[in-house]
């Protein structure tokens, strides 16, 4: 006879035949890479979910023996990766301006004047032309658009085009007028209406100016907004991004994020930082920062601030003059005493402060306005970040460390901007400029985005311009400045682990490593065996946030 004790393991080795971990999901066969949470890189065959969270990852053998009842996917050895996070982004800008005239392709003048007169014909019954993406750069134009130029292809309707970085916008004359805006009308504080011969406004508007025309633009409705973010959420899926610190939003804006994440309608995980220190911050933070709403989806306890424009339009702040516009040094948007008001005000509520700088000037003045505020406020601990970090002081790169702040750059910048930023700024200043690698060398965090939509939001563009430093044509040979190159994995650091760093979410998000979210990615290549010149064609295959497939190529969800 069997003793009692041996029947009963019988009995509970069949009940529970393998030891069974609990796990609705099995990711099997997968070539899967991640970061542990020490920043090594590490490789797995199969990986186990429960309830939307990872429960381990390892050999298949292992992890089939712990699988018990889970379903089971194939990943027929394809590679798995953590979901990218783009630390620098605009949601609700992508989802516009997959609405709007998108002039970004146009390589000449004549080819986006052949696009907007297209996109008017198609929208005739919009009441204004909306659009976004052209650069005269490009165009090898050697001075702004004008609006008679507009007029010819656009006619009496009211045209809007922002440029590609957001900082100067290109009017019709139907538009300037309903702004009000004549010869007589001033530049205003932190802006520059363009002008012709007689002072005439000559289109484009920059910085502050922009304010002008954008004042009578109607507004997105609450419907048009829903769809914009529809259609941002679907490409950033289609990207392989699940996280997404979207760099300014408003209190509207967040409404809408809260609105999906209560209806588990966000596919990506949003650290929103609310645009300034005005009534829309007052407002939310009466009732304090939020963390992981709505099932982790959505943060609210960062605030961006702005404290010059861009390099493109000569609005970045530079210490010294342009070396291509000797009389100009662009503009700070407020005096150390208002930004470091702005910066204290945030801090003292317990909100992370992330300042948009891009010339050296800014830099420094958001690096001394940083060190004032933490003195009176404290704060340091909250992670607080440069947006750019872009043309910085060789002397100012050690205070990033000594004052704890991240850098959030964005690699593909470097090479949109080389040739011109070079114009820019001449080839001493160059040397600080996107500058990630000795940012890293000295101990900085960087946290990679894109500054999508002013860039693709295709994170494997920004792997590459941050390992090769060439365009994706393979310009210049050898990179360009390739001493500030990225390693590979560093520069896959910067966009899962760091950048969840970047956003007090790193106990969450970033790896895949046991009782995070479950977001990860499969892709068509092994990225870390894959030529570097081939990396920023990789293509995303499943994108899943959480356990759930938000994602497969070529299939609707
Ligand atoms: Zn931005």
Redesign the pocket.
Known sequence: MMPIRCLALLLASLIAPHAATAADLLLDHVNGYTLDSSGKLKRFEAMLVDDGKVVAIGQREAMRKRADGAKIVDGQGRTLLPGLIDA???IM?LGTMKRQADLTSAKSLDEALAQIRAFASANAGSAWIVGRGWNQVIWKLGRFPTAKELDAVAGDRPVWLERVD?HAGWANSAAIQLAGVDRNTPDPAGGRIERGAEGHPSGVFVDSAMDLVTSKVPPLTPKQNAAALDAALAELARMGLTGVHD??VDAQTIALYQRYADERRLTVRIHAMIAGTGADFDALAAKGPLSGYGGGHLDVRSV?LLADGALGSRGAALLAPYSDDPANRGLLFHSPDELTAMIGKALAKGYQVGV?AIGDAANREVLDSFEAAFAKHGGRELRNRI??AQVVALADIPRFKSLGLVASM?PVHATSDMNMAEDRVGGERIKGAYAWRTFLDQGTVIAA?S?FP?ESPNPFHGLYAAVTRQDQAGKPPGGWYPAQELGRVEAFRAFTLDAAWAARREDVQGTLEAGKFADFILVDRDIFAEAPSRLWSTVVLETWVGGKRVYARGEAI
Do not use: I, P, W
Request: aromatic share 0%.
């Open positions: 620098h982004g605009h800008g957001g760099a300014g961006k948009h947006e750019h964005q985005g500054d002013v």
